[in-house]
């Protein structure tokens, strides 16, 4: 399984930016999705995540409100519509996959393939 992410760029504090992530390979590996994002200094930590398959979305309370966490099954794409930046969102952002049932996963060791990540600059 191979991920692709993209859309990152500098944006000023309030502004929108939509980070894209194409899935291919063997993709029937996989039946979530998710964004994690990393900061200088700190830890990977879950954004947002959505099931292939329902479209069941779930989002950090820091998120919550401002991104929206997205699916095109047909084009195997994932999508984070970011809105009203902040510079604490400044990070590396990752799409993941996952294949997991029951409680949604939220930690980076749950899951198996990463994108290369795309930086999000939020400036002040």
């Known amino acids: 399984v191979q991920l692709q992410a993209s859309g990152g760029g500098l944006v000023q504090a309030g502004g929108s930016l939509r980070l894209s992530c194409v899935v291919s390979?063997?993709?029937?590996?996989?039946?979530?999705m998710a964004w994690f994002r990393q900061a200088p200094g700190k830890e990977r930590e879950f954004v947002s995540g959505?099931?292939?398959?329902?479209?069941?979305?779930y989002h950090t309370d820091s998120v919550k409100g401002r991104f929206t966490i997205s699916r095109d099954n047909a084009k195997n794409m994932v999508y984070l519509q970011m809105n009203s930046l902040k510079p604490e969102d400044t990070a590396v952002y990752y799409c993941?996959?996952?294949?997991?049932?029951?409680?949604?996963?939220?930690?980076?060791?749950?899951?198996?393939?990463w994108g290369q990540g795309t930086l999000v600059t939020v400036s002040s």
């Open positions: 993941a996959t996952a294949n997991r049932y029951g409680s949604f996963p939220q930690m980076v060791s749950e899951y198996n393939y």
């Open positions: 390979g063997r993709t029937f590996l996989s039946n979530i």
């Open positions: 959505i099931r292939w398959t329902s479209g069941s979305t």
